[in-house]
């Protein structure tokens, strides 16, 4: 039997053995977990106009005086389709304002993808050219943002809002934000 034989079977194991580290290491629960630089420091500033208003511009200074969640979207995320769900149930608690944050996204296709879904957004900020999601330090949709009402950012995530993460993470954090006025 020739040595070559078993070549096919060689590349046939060491490709199943990529995919099985890849599936694992996409099942870790830290894979999302990246350290935010702008955890406890001011949000940036910004001017952005309202989806369904263009001609309004809302500011950071607009949005402080209360907490806010800040939801980073777009209708061509996959993911952001994902959280929906639980980003809606979430809002409809009116515990505090969530701002959409349409990410380099048509205003037509936002608009017809919350015609879909439903809008959970107190209001939705618009940033077709991305250049403030620079600021943020937003590399991808979708990220989740909680800031105080002075403007600073208390909480960071990238990724998917799910209800576990919003009951561990956001909500107990808000709760804190709650405790200290």
Same mark, same amino acid.
């Given at each position: 039997?020739?040595?070559?034989? +078993?070549?096919?079977?060689?590349? !046939?194991?060491?490709? =199943?053995?990529?995919?099985?580290?890849?599936? +694992?290491?996409?099942?870790?629960? *830290?894979?999302?977990?990246?350290?935010?630089p702008l955890i406890g420091k001011p949000a940036p500033? !910004?001017?952005? &106009?309202?989806?369904?208003?263009?001609?309004?511009?809302?500011?950071?200074?607009?949005?402080?005086?209360?907490?806010?969640?800040?939801?980073?979207?777009?209708?061509? %995320?996959?993911? %952001?389709?994902?959280?929906?769900?639980?980003?809606?149930?979430?809002?409809?608690?009116?515990?505090?304002?969530?701002?959409?944050?349409?990410?380099?996204? $048509?205003?037509? *296709?936002?608009?017809?993808?919350?015609?879909?879904? =439903?809008?959970?957004?107190?209001?939705?900020?618009?940033?077709?050219?991305?250049?403030?999601? #620079? *600021?943020?330090?937003?590399?991808?949709? &979708?990220?989740t943002f909680l800031i105080d009402a002075k403007g600073?950012?208390?909480?960071?995530?990238?990724?998917? #809002?799910?209800?576990?993460?919003?009951?561990?993470?956001? $909500?107990?954090?808000?709760?804190?934000? $709650?405790?200290?006025?």
């Amino acid at each position: 039997m020739s040595k070559n034989r +078993w070549i096919p079977l060689a590349i !046939f194991i060491a490709l =199943g053995a990529l995919l099985a580290a890849g599936v +694992w290491m996409s099942r870790r629960p *830290d894979r999302d977990a990246l350290p935010s630089p702008l955890i406890g420091k001011p949000a940036p500033e !910004f001017s952005l &106009p309202e989806l369904f208003d263009p001609t309004r511009t809302v500011t950071l200074a607009d949005l402080k005086g209360a907490p806010f969640v800040m939801n980073v979207w777009g209708s061509w %995320c996959v993911a %952001c389709r994902d959280e929906h769900a639980a980003l809606t149930a979430f809002s409809e608690t009116k515990r505090v304002r969530v701002i959409g944050y349409n990410w380099k996204d $048509e205003p037509e *296709d936002a608009k017809r993808w919350l015609e879909q879904l =439903g809008n959970p957004y107190f209001m939705i900020l618009q940033d077709i050219e991305g250049r403030t999601a #620079l *600021d943020f330090g937003i590399y991808g949709a &979708p990220e989740t943002f909680l800031i105080d009402a002075k403007g600073m950012i208390v909480w960071k995530h990238v990724g998917v #809002l799910t209800p576990e993460l919003i009951r561990n993470e956001l $909500e107990p954090k808000l709760t804190q934000l $709650e405790a200290a006025r």
